[in-house]
């Protein structure tokens, strides 16, 4: 018998620590070092990490968190759960289940991204049984597969560069739009400068914001993760991801990149223009899941979603 203590937002370093390094060997999850201080900072009280912590050795073997998202006027609108990870040699002792009654507690619509083993365990148990059927893929690109050279035809009547400070308020205007009555604009800003991460904007002769693509490096993993990445049309999402991905100034480093998306969102068909076909075929699929209330998706100009913990686009 194991016992153990599960805990909300610790603040001893070291248990996020090892949750980090367990969840990127073990299962190969593009987090990074920063994600913990970046979701307590961004998402305040509204978010929460649950770590279960061995009583004998104080060392941490699971975790899961949640974060709850309001409307613009306060009401409660959608929890987000993620992170539900038990350490290998602690598996089969209903810690999982444990940390997940943990996780699936706040505002009546709750969702998750499960990976195909657990979609019908949550289903059952927890309630998150509205499954759209536009179902989530991952991709993993080699990096030297990448065409990084093809010159793209020049956009009309928009331009990508880098965010300036000036910038902020537009892009928290347009990320509102996409995510509908929900706001996230102190995380969205706090993970898009973090370091290591490279970020690009789309703005068009208006100078409104047509398209956004933030590219985040973990070297340890040699890994790059592509999202938030939204873009108005497909010239515009390739321009994007050409000009983050080229700012990564060690790219020979890195082995892959990865996207998250959905089946409707037009992703494959705008990497087509620079990986070949059957390079595109590493792909992983999950299911997005809510316990009240799907919530349509903005797919059409969603190529890669932010992350999987606390976000669903
Ligand atoms: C999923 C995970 C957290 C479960 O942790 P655990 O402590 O071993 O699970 P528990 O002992 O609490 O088992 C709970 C139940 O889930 C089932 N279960 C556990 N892992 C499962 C898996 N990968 N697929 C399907 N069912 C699973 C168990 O059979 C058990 O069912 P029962 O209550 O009907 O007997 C753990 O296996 C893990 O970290 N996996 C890798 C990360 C992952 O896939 N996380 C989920 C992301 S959606």
Redesign the pocket.
Same mark, same amino acid.
């Given at each position: 018998m194991i016992s153990y203590t599960i805990v909300s937002n610790p603040t001893k370093e070291k248990y996020w620590k090892r949750i980090y390094e367990l969840v990127i060997t073990a299962?190969k999850w593009f987090n990074t070092p920063n994600d913990y201080q970046i979701w307590r900072d961004g998402f305040g009280e509204d978010f929460t990490l649950f770590i279960a912590i061995d009583d004998e050795t104080d060392e941490a073997i *699971?975790s899961s968190c949640s974060t709850h998202y309001r409307a613009h006027d306060g009401s409660e609108f959608l929890t987000a759960s993620g992170m539900?990870?038990?350490d290998p040699a602690?598996? *089969?002792?209903?810690? *999982?289940?444990?940390?997940a009654d943990k996780f699936s507690v706040g505002c009546p619509n709750r969702s998750?991204?499960?990976?195909p083993?657990?979609s019908k365990?949550y289903a059952k148990t927890y309630g998150y049984d509205k499954i759209p059927e536009d179902n989530m893929r991952d991709i993993e690109i080699k990096v030297d597969k990448i065409n990084l050279y093809l010159t793209l035809s020049p956009l009309v009547n928009a331009s990508v560069r880098s965010a300036n400070e000036a910038d902020w308020p537009k892009i928290f205007e347009y990320d509102r739009k996409m995510l509908k009555y929900v706001q996230r604009d102190k995380f969205i800003k706090l993970y898009c400068t973090q370091p290591h991460s490279y970020y690009k904007i789309a703005i068009d002769s208006s100078d409104n914001i047509v398209g956004v693509c933030l590219v985040r490096c973990n070297h340890e993993m040699k890994s790059i993760y592509t999202g938030p990445f939204y873009a108005e049309t497909p010239e515009i999402a390739e321009n994007l991801f050409l000009s983050a991905v080229k700012e990564i100034p060690d790219l020979s480093n890195f082995d892959e990149i990865r996207l998250a998306f959905y089946k409707t969102s037009p992703t494959l068909e705008m990497l087509k223009k620079f990986v070949n076909d059957e390079d595109l075929t590493n792909t992983h699929f999950h299911y997005i899941q809510f316990t009240k209330e799907i919530i349509q998706l903005p797919t059409s100009v969603l190529y890669s979603v932010t992350e999987n913990d606390c976000c669903y686009i």
């Open positions: 299962e *699971g539900l990870f038990v602690y598996r *089969g002792h209903k810690i *999982g289940m444990a940390l998750l991204i499960a990976v083993s657990m365990k």
